[in-house]
């Protein structure tokens, strides 16, 4: 594979991938309520890191992104056993719901503007904090829902049923939504996850390799 086309899809795989392990932990969490801790903690510091030298910035480093290329790679390629229909529609959704967001600039600022709360009150909390993932999980309810027709979730009602996993649920759908509009941001387009998927493929696998080999 010729540089040029790793370099060409590397950075909006980047926040495909950042999309992909959103979409996964939801999975994980409304289904056996076990889930990837520090995955789940790179995709919701993802949400409020809005000034940024470089996409790799907002997720903190790639190697943190290890379960979003798996499933990238799992939900792309020919091998139908790997794909998981759930995740893909959660994917999908998400899609949808950031080509409604980023259509109105009402929507798009009063997000901007719950997000830079959240950047405040990480001053004094952690994200994963049971405080934060409400707030998170708020500024999904109030701002993103009214806009976007519901996504539904999926999994065992006595899980779904726990507030901080409802929490946990929607701000993972909000970190979904920042990675959607960041790849869109970075030239993502549905069209090439058709027409140029074998690329996509194998940017995502030489970014997967070099991050499980140990330097």
Known sequence: MSNNNHHRFYESNIALAGLCQAATLVKQIARSNEF?????ATSLNSIAITNSDNTEQV????????????????????????????????????????????????????LGERISNIQRQQLHLDITD?????????????????????????????????????????????????????????????RHILFSRPQILASAQHTLNHISTPH
Do not use: C
Request: hydrophobic content about 40%; charged content about 25%.
């Open 36 to 40: 990837d801790k520090p995955a789940l």
């Open 59 to 110: 997720f903190g480093d790639v190697k943190h992104l290890t379960l979003g290329y798996q499933t990238l790679l799992d939900q792309l390629s020919n091998q139908s056993t790997n794909k998981d229909v759930e995740v893909t529609r959660y994917i999908a959704n998400l899609l949808s719901i950031e080509r409604k967001l980023s259509g109105s600039k009402k929507t798009m600022a009063a």
């Open 130 to 190: 049971s405080q934060m993932l409400s707030n998170l999980a708020s500024i999904y309810t109030d701002v993103v829902s009214p806009v976007a027709r519901k996504i539904q979730v999926a999994g065992d009602p006595a899980i779904l049923k726990r507030p901080d996993n409802q929490h946990r649920v929607r701000a993972l759908l909000l970190a979904g939504v920042r990675a959607a509009v960041l790849w869109r941001q970075l030239g993502g387009k549905r």
